[in-house]
């Protein structure tokens, strides 16, 4: 009965995994990343938005 308790939750939660679970940034990337988050964001307003892409 366990061994099918097991199976059981092991169908249901594997699709909900992370694939990428294990495995590791490239150092490029990761300090891409950092620099990206680090830096002080420019809030542009809606309508200067508009002006642009519109």
Same mark, same amino acid.
């Given at each position: 009965?366990?061994?099918l308790?097991? $199976?059981i939750? *092991?169908?249901i939660? @594997?699709?909900?995994?992370?694939p990428?679970?294990g495995?590791q $940034?490239?150092e *490029?990337f990761?300090? @891409? ?11 542009i307003?809606h309508?200067e938005v508009m002006?642009?892409?519109a």
């Open positions: 009965m366990e061994d308790e097991n $199976l939750e *092991e169908v939660i @594997e699709p909900l995994d992370d990428d679970g495995l $940034l490239r *490029e990761e300090n @891409e990343l950092d620099r990206r988050l680090n830096k002080q964001s420019k809030i307003p309508a002006k642009i892409f």
